[in-house]
């Protein structure tokens, strides 16, 4: 079966300070991988996804940044955090057509900046 | 205007109640749509496709109304593991976000 592993599941950074969020995925090949980030009260915002290795498609300019150097693995970074950083972000996975419906989240990470 | 919108709540209902949530779309072209159900600081879990005739699985039942553009979830004989937030989405297929979240309507089952 497949599963999605995400880490850390909580992070307290400083403004300035850099970041990284693995995600990896077990038990399929060639997934479409996305990063998504929940702010409080609004809801989940695309930030990043990729349809392959090196392939990453984002839309709105921000400050963080996102890599996929092997199959079943996704990185989220940023150089400098910024407050409006703060957030929930999840990575999630499907299959298929990059409009197929269904998303695999994992677990999360609550990232604080302060 | 949002493009997906949900009542937040929260919906504090009894053990056994019957309780429905609302959402409505903005966008005329969406073309399918979801339930998640989102535990406090967990992720989002499908909970069911949302189809035009309507459809159920077990104490939920979910209804699609394209004129109206509202979707609606109805959760019967509520149990205290029904507490959750509920996520309406909706996939319009264009555009760089093709799944659009709402906010979530949260639920609150008490004994």
């Known amino acids: 079966s497949q599963t999605i592993h995400q880490w850390p599941a909580t992070l307290v950074q400083p403004v300035g300070s850099p970041l990284s969020l693995e995600c990896t995925v077990e038990g399929t090949s060639n997934p479409n991988l996305y990063w998504y980030r929940q702010a409080a009260g609004r809801g989940l915002q695309l930030l990043f996804y990729?349809?392959?290795?090196?392939?990453i498609s984002s839309e709105v300019p921000q400050n963080l940044s996102a890599s996929r150097p092997q199959d079943r693995q996704f990185i989220l970074s940023s150089k400098k955090l910024l407050l409006s950083d703060s957030g929930f972000y999840l990575c999630a996975w499907n299959v298929g057509a990059v409009t197929s419906e269904k998303l695999f989240f994992g677990s999360g990470t609550q990232l604080s900046v302060l | 205007r949002k493009e997906v919108e949900q009542d937040p709540g929260p919906f504090n209902v009894p053990e056994g109640a019957t309780v429905a949530f609302n959402c409505t779309y903005s966008n005329s072209a969406s073309q399918s749509f979801f339930w998640y159900r989102q535990d406090c600081r967990k992720e989002p879990k499908l909970l069911m496709s949302?189809?035009?005739s309507g459809n159920e699985d077990g104490r939920f039942t979910a209804q699609l109304n394209r004129a109206s553009q509202y979707i609606s979830l109805l959760i019967r004989d509520s149990k205290l593991s029904d507490s959750a937030t509920y996520l309406c989405?909706?996939?319009?297929?264009?555009?760089?976000?093709?799944?659009?979240f709402g906010t979530g309507t949260r639920l609150l089952v008490s004994p």
């Open positions: 990729s349809v392959g290795i090196g392939q």
């Open positions: 949302v189809y035009s």
């Open positions: 989405v909706v996939n319009r297929n264009t555009g760089f976000q093709k799944l659009v």
